[in-house]
């Protein structure tokens, strides 16, 4: 690679990434040892300096130049040297959320809203941006969407996120890499065709409809969902897939979003093993998330101001949280009807107990008689029976992550039951002691008092 203007100008210090696109160097400027930079050069050599979408992104830069807020990085200038198109910008010393959640898994409350309070400025700034002089138009198929009243960033992922440590010990959250039409060509196939990763990218993104303000709430809102659960709610294994993109365009655009409390003590059960007791998010926080994740760009915070409004109402109590539906529920569904579901546990009728499915959605899943006195303590799956050998709490289903990121699932006694629960085996031969955790295999089947059920793993999703 030659280097000569840029070995003119700087001192590189460290490459910080090294794409099939743009470089990025941690940067000491020759003219002024005091100023250390992040510098991003393209991969890409510039044959015509009067190219329009060059000018275009030379108009783009002359914009974000002008962008001065601390959760934003700050961009410095554009050159061009050795042929390629180059950025200069704010070093900002620290680890993106990507790698953070990738370590760490989750984040807590506190962290979380921390990072809210910032993207939210951040948002709020650029969302209520007054663009004054000349501007490029408004290119709404182009990454970086720039009118008079807006900027948006348009590629809000954990990745383009970095958190730093301020001199006093606490954090501050920088925004970089907003997708510039022209700075990086990767940019472009992401922006152009994709409009940002596919797995933070609004449903009227995918339906080709105009971008705005509420595109980046959608996008955050995925962050913040993958923030308080380590995973974002519609995971892609595979992009190159066709089948798994059409799969992830239809859950965008609509499905129901994974329950956040749901997940999230599952995520803690599996790092902590140990049964979280209660969903530690507060009411007003899944609200805020169900609505940057609202289907209907129209039903969404509009910009990062109205964001941060709720979120300091919430933080003030001044929200108010509906009651949750109980999760238990006498509806039977016929699983012959769904196909490829997750797995699923079959009672088996006799003259005491009816015939029932249940469908297993949580990391938890308790099994005992059903109770409809008010105010009792319900099982997760409460079976219709008569049979007084079964407990109103009397086993459970253990779900965890398999490496290869479905689930297993085990099966163990509540600490005992009174009347046993036996695995695999003609009724009352076999007693799991209350410590074991039996793994469950398709068409395994266990008897709780003189009810069998059968459990069944299709294949996961
Ligand atoms: N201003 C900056 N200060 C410090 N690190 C930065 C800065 N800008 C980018 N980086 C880091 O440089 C690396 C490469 O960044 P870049 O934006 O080119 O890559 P990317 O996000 O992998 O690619 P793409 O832009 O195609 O999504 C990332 O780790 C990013 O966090």
Known sequence: MQMQELASRYDILKVIGHGGFSAVFKARSKEDPEHIVALKQLDFVLDNKDAKEYKDFKDEVEILKQL???????IYNEYILDNKPSLEMEYVDGETLETIIQRDGYFSIEDTLDVIAQMAAALSYCHHYYVSGNMPQNRASDSVIINRNAIIHNDINPKNIIRAKNEDGSWRYVLIDFGLSFVDPDAVRHSKKEDGMAEYKAPEKWNGELVDTPS???SLGIVIYELLTGTVPFPVKDY??????????EKHKSAPVPDLCTTRMEAVYEKEQERPGECDIPGWLELLVQRCLEKDPLKRFKTGRELSRFFYNGLDEKIAVPEKEPETSVIDIDPSAIKNTAAY??????ILTEGQHY?????????GRWNDMPGAVAADFGIRTADRFISKNHCQIIRKRDPEGGYRYFLQDTAPSKNGTFLNTSKNSTRLSATTEAVLKEGDYFWIGNTKIIFHQPGEM
């Open 68 to 74: 001065d807020h601390p959760n934003i990085v700050k």
């Open 216 to 218: 980046d709430i959608y």
């Open 359 to 367: 469908f297993i959605q949580k990391a938890y899943t308790t099994i």
């Open 345 to 350: 546990l079959e009672v088996e009728p006799n």
């Open 240 to 249: 190159k897939q066709a089948s798994e993109m059409i799969a992830l365009e």
